[in-house]
């Protein structure tokens, strides 16, 4: 993505992206779910300095755009040595997290030169190597942070990027004897800049839905990574999205492939598997697998389908390889040795668990309402559906008509490239609070896409600022809701064609 990439300092670079995550569903589920591993740090090594750094950055109203800035010498470690570990947040200027229904980090990715080093999303995974291997530093590389933070509300907000470093200075008699490790960037959609796919309400078997091994388009094999050396893995977790269940790990040497470590979501309360509310099982200290030169990484991922659809979903096991060999069992001799212990990197975030879903006074119930005029077109400006939106009283507020087997048509009149908004069908009323878990995608299996622009192939936009109903839908009063701005609900409705009088 470097290409891409112009100017100096901040580069604002309109990537868009789109996520939405937390358009999620507030769903109790029988489902029984893996015991949650316990939390484990590797011990850092002895002369290793622990720092935050703080990245200011500021978001505009409903923002939700992919963009790239450089770390600045202040905002990084000063001398040359090794990254052992990673740990990012987001907080509010005044220092305090924000809720993550209302700001919500949807990744971050730090790059070191051209390499990822890092990744991670509104779980914040940490990242501890095993004691004794680290990522290669110098103060003269470039650093660049890839960030998609979106801003559910309508406000423009100041907020800080900040990142905790164990680093181990190249001056420390430890750092003598560590070895390097570079990550592989394991992903189901690898090679795309926004790397998403859609999972369809009831796709796959038994509400399960496995990518891309269940996908039509499964044989298009971006989820492989050629291992460029002979080495040792030495670290894994996975990044999914809410609806996930887990991720798993392959390697593949001619016609063998062995599964070498799978990391589940652990989810915790009540809204499971529908909430950003989960810690990502992450391999153990001692985890090791020999590889060589050749052979295949690959990933899948699972996602739970019975509730909702989850649009915009992510499958990523990104893993680190040491530079050289160092040891570990080969998977093609001893599949066996491989640890395949989870561990978690930290536990429940209180800023993961508003799901929302309780009873407001702010929505009316469209199915109550009398019926708006018969429209071709509804507008979307400044945050609200001009005709129908479940916020507004009186006349605006009644759902507009159409007739069976017509369409109404939706367009996006906000700045095209900066608010992006969706008609994402819910199920009626839809008129409950929002959080990380409510509205959910579970009415009919349709949806706008985002309307809006952005460059093609890293951009969550639709590349269209209008979306019609599909004309078979039958008779009924139809809730939807924006899946970038969750608060922004609304109803239209479909009329039977009249008998002749
Ligand atoms: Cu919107």
Known sequence: ????????????????????????????????????????????????ITKTYKV??????????NLYEYIKADQRPSEAGWIVGFRPDLKLADGTTPPVDQIHLHHLVMLLNRDIVVASGEEK????????FGYPYKPTDRLMLNHMIHNFTANPENVVFEYTVDFLPASAPAAA??????????????????????????????????YPAQASDSLSARNRVRVPRDGTLVATAGHLHPGGLYTELFVTRGDKTVKIFRSNAHY???????????????????WR??????????????????????YESMGISPVALSDSPSGGPDPFVDPSAIDQTEVLTHGELKENRDYGG????????????????????VKIKDFVYKQGDLTMPGKKGRPPLVAQGKSITFVNEDPLREIFHTVTPCKAPCNRSSGVSYPLADGPQVDSGELGFGPIGITAAANRATWSTPTYLKPGTYSYFCRIHPEMRGAWRVKAAKAKR
């Open 1 to 48: 993505m470097g290409e891409i990439l112009r100017g100096r300092g901040l580069l604002v670079l309109l990537v868009l992206v789109a996520a939405i995550a937390a358009a999620v569903p507030s769903v109790a589920s029988a489902q029984a779910t893996p015991p949650l591993p316990k939390i484990v740090k590797p011990a850092l090594p002895p002369g290793t």
């Open 177 to 210: 004897s560590m070895i390097g490790v570079q990550t592989q960037f394991v992903d189901v959609e690898g090679g795309k800049a926004y790397p998403v796919f859609n999972v369809k309400r009831n796709a796959g078997i038994n509400g399960r839905y496995t």
């Open 358 to 377: 309780r009873k407001t006074q702010g929505y009316a119930d469209a199915r109550k309402l009398a019926d708006g005029p018969t429209l071709a077109k």
């Open 289 to 310: 697998v020999a590889v060589k030169k050749g052979d295949i990484l690959s990933v899948q991922v699972t996602y739970d389908t019975r509730k909702s659809a989850w």
């Open 268 to 286: 915790y309360g009540a809204a499971k598997f529908a909430s950003w509310n989960m810690s990502m099982g992450s391999t153990s200290p001692d």
């Open 56 to 65: 200011p950055l500021s978001i505009k109203p409903g923002q939700n755009l």
């Open 125 to 132: 995974t940490h990242v501890t190597l095993p004691t004794g």
